[in-house]
């Protein structure tokens, strides 16, 4: 069979030295740091006050209008500040710090469901809305809205992202491996919510025993598919992945409904059955630590809020001299200037990239070799978007398609000239929108 | 724990292994077994044609560097490679001053005038050799046999035939046993250094493959038509510069489209016009103008193969 994939991409070492690791329990972190905003859209409204005492699970922010999450909190305990907190994703803002009881004692809104299979598609939403679900495969963009297509759009196929592209992460890997039952639970709840019929799993061919394990799990169901897709990256990019199992390709501008699809990641399906059968809104998420620059890597189950100092002192501390410390993948995650940032609900892992892997190359000049252009999955000349940006020439930039980058880095990653392509795009990205906002 | 200090930038964060330098080496690399055969068949005159050009190139690519006061790239490999290209392409026979002007010229005028590496417009070699063809036409004409050390005036496979009417066998041709320029007359040895830069994809195939294969198509319908008046097409494709230009200039990354339309574009009308030189004008071979003439369209090509982006409407 020849295997489905996408055009473009780029293949960077896989890096994969997690892999093979189970998911360990990170012990109940003494304090947590919840930001309000972990989610696209606007932050939540924190509902507690400083001195409040809160049990796990409990809502201590709520969602402000339809694209917002609620916010809970991971451990139970006593509000001892709620004020601008370091954040992972951009600057400082305003994070509820919870000091640990150690007792963990849940809320009594965290029961479980016996009769979770007979619930209408509504309650379902409204289960998952206040479960403060996001995706979990990074983007974070609130669930209750993708299980709500606009009544005039015909959804007609699931996919569940289980392709975990970028090098190093391996959380969902182990997911499915180890929580392959609950996935696909997750998964039969989405279906049914959304009423379709036809439902499929990407994952990548350099997870083998994750395709068996997935494989086994759904024998015998007609309308369920493994699909093993090319080890290539961005595979797991929602637009990729689309065109890869269904060769449907998602209008420019437009999201995956315009095509009949809604895509989410597994993690985000075990996290849906978590709620729905358990009544566990997401309080915790597993996440990879890993790099060179970390003495033991791991897979580590997490409270939201636990800072980012607490995991890598778990995982042995530093090895080597440390150079860089990124919050999510190698090709699109975020830089931290501080170990005092919180795991969010973004968080896919923490990667500690050493001093001497850190090298910063001088960039040259471009010399035309279109490495850049046969790797950008969405076809755009990466080239010209950089030497117009250089340039300022910001409308140039608009006319070849700048705002349709999704900013996946595989242009920026095979540039032999090291141009830094990525950071060009997205400026010209924020100049379009700041003249367009003006008109 | 103590703060360390930690790098702070845009993704992603992780290069690919492959930068200029690297490509350029590749490149090198895939051109040692032509460098070897041509001193095989040229002896010293090889190897101090060699050596000229690619000493000028690198002082050349220095001085400019230095009076533009910019960073010096002497050891990237790209001068290197200009001059063994040109000495490729030069009578085995020309003296030495000759090339040394003609490799100057390339630097200064085909690539530091634009700007250096990745700026140029056109094949650097390339200009370099047609340079010489418009200033010493007589030396730039005089060929050698190979395995004779001495200059005896004989004309290539392809003026014979233009002229003559006579064709030298393939054989002779692919083994490289014929007059002609340095590294052009054999053409196992290209081909097993182009095999070296397609699998480590440094070029992209669809400049050979639309170059030779319009060649290729157009010839054999002439021959077809005509079997005396023409040569038939495996004679086209080994004699001449034809493979080197294919393989080693056509592809050249800088001066060629990025888009893979324009890539074909390029291919194909390189073809086209080598067919018509080499049939109806009064030069006797046609790979330099063919190329020079597609890179000089080359940003017109790229302006109209803009790829249609990921989902838009037509
Ligand atoms: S231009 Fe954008 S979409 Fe294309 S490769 Fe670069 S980052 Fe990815
Ligand atoms: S990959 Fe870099 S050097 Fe090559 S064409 Fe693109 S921008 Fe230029």
């Known amino acids: 069979m020849r295997i489905r994939s996408f055009r473009g991409g780029v293949h960077p070492p896989e890096e994969k030295i997690t892999s093979q690791k189970p998911i360990q329990e990170l012990p109940l972190p003494k304090k947590v740091v919840i930001p309000l905003s972990q989610h696209t859209g606007v ?48 600057p400082p803002s305003l994070a509820i710090t919870i000091e640990s009881d150690g007792r963990d004692e849940h809320h009594p809104s965290v029961k479980h469901n016996n009769d979770y299979f007979k619930l209408h598609p509504n309650e379902i939403r409204e289960i998952v809305r206040g479960a403060g679900i996001v995706g979990l495969g990074g983007a974070a963009f609130p669930t209750h809205v993708k299980l709500s297509p606009p009544e005039d759009r015909w959804i007609d196929t699931v996919i569940l992202n289980g392709c975990e592209c970028e090098p190093y992460l391996t959380c969902d890997h182990r997911l499915m491996i180890e929580k392959t039952y609950e996935i696909i639970e997750g998964l039969k709840i989405i279906a049914k919510t959304l009423e379709v019929t036809s439902c499929y799993v990407g994952i990548e061919k350099n997870k083998e025993d994750a395709i068996k394990a997935m494989r086994e799990e759904i024998r015998n169901k007609a309308n369920m598919e ?16 689309i065109e890869a199992i269904l060769n449907r390709k998602v209008p420019s501008g437009g999201l995956p409904l315009d095509v009949g699809v809604v895509v989410q990641n597994v993690g985000t399906a075990l996290a849906i059955s978590e709620a729905v059968k358990k009544g566990r809104p997401l309080i915790e ?73 850190v090298n910063i190359e001088e960039p040259q000049p471009c010399i035309k070799c279109a490495r850049c252009v046969d790797s950008c999955p969405i076809y755009l000349l990466p080239l010209y978007l950089g030497i117009y940006g250089e340039k300022e020439l910001w409308r140039k930039c608009e006319e070849l398609g700048a705002l349709d980058c999704t900013e996946c880095g595989c242009c920026a990653y095979i540039c032999p000239a090291r141009i830094p392509l990525v950071q060009l795009i997205k400026l010209a990205k924020q100049e379009i929108a700041a003249y367009r906002k003006k008109k | 724990m103590k703060e360390e200090h930690f790098l702070v930038s845009t993704s992603p964060h992780i290069r690919s292994a492959e930068d200029i330098p690297k490509i350029m080496y590749a490149v090198i690399i895939a051109l040692i077994p032509v460098a070897i055969a041509s001193i095989y068949f040229f002896r010293l005159w090889a190897i101090k044609l060699m050596a000229v050009c690619i000493i000028t190139a690198m002082g050349t690519e220095d001085i400019f560097q230095r009076l533009r006061k910019k960073d010096i790239t002497v050891f990237d490999g790209s001068a290197i490679i200009t001059g063994l290209l040109l000495a490729f392409i030069l009578p085995p026979s020309l003296p030495l001053w000759a090339a040394s002007l003609g490799t100057f010229f390339a630097i200064a005028l085909g690539k530091q005038i634009f700007g250096g590496l990745g700026y140029n417009i056109f094949n650097p070699a390339l200009l370099g050799r047609a340079f010489l063809m418009a200033t010493f036409p007589v030396l730039m004409t005089t060929w050698t046999k190979p395995f004779s050390l001495d200059v005896v005036t004989s004309a290539t496979p392809l003026a014979q035939m233009k002229f003559a009417q006579s064709f030298v066998s393939h054989q002779s041709l692919f083994l490289g046993n014929v007059s002609g320029s340095l590294g052009e007359t054999s053409a196992l040895a290209i081909l097993i250094g182009a095999s070296f830069l397609l699998i480590r994809k440094i070029i992209d195939w669809r400049i050979p493959a639309g170059y030779l294969g319009t060649v290729v198509l157009l010839s054999s319908i002439f021959w077809f038509i005509d079997p005396k008046g023409f040569a038939d097409p495996l004679w086209h494709l080994l004699a001449g510069g034809l493979i080197l230009g294919a393989f080693f200039m056509a592809p050249d990354m800088v001066t060629t489209p990025v888009t893979k339309r324009g890539r074909w574009v390029f291919g194909i009308g390189c073809g086209l016009i080598l067919i018509v030189i080499r049939s109806w004008s009064g030069l006797p071979e046609g790979v330099m103008y063919s190329i020079l003439l597609m890179n000089a369209i080359t940003p017109l090509i790229n302006r109209f193969t803009h790829p249609r982006i990921f989902g838009e409407q037509k």
């Open chain 1, 43 to 90: 932050p939540a409204r924190p509902t507690v006050k400083v001195g409040d005492r809160v049990k796990t699970g409990q809502r201590i922010g709520e969602a402000q209008g339809p694209i917002s999450s609620n916010i809970h909190t991971s451990i139970s305990g006593k509000i001892t500040s709620i004020e601008n907190h370091p954040h992972p994703l951009g």
């Open chain 1, 226 to 241: 493994i699909v093993s897709l090319k080890t290539k990256y961005p595979q797991g990019s929602e637009k990729q992945l």
């Open chain 1, 285 to 357: 998420r597993v996440i990879t630590v890993t790099g060179r620059g970390i003495k033991n890597p791991a897979n580590l189950r997490v409270r939201m809020g636990t800072l980012f100092k607490d995991m890598i002192d778990y995982c042995g501390g530093f090895a080597g001299k440390p150079g860089k410390i990124i919050m999510g993948g190698a090709l699109m995650g975020f830089a931290q200037h501080t170990l005092d940032v919180p795991v969010i609900k973004g968080t896919t892992g923490i990667l500690l990239l050493t001093e001497d892997e």
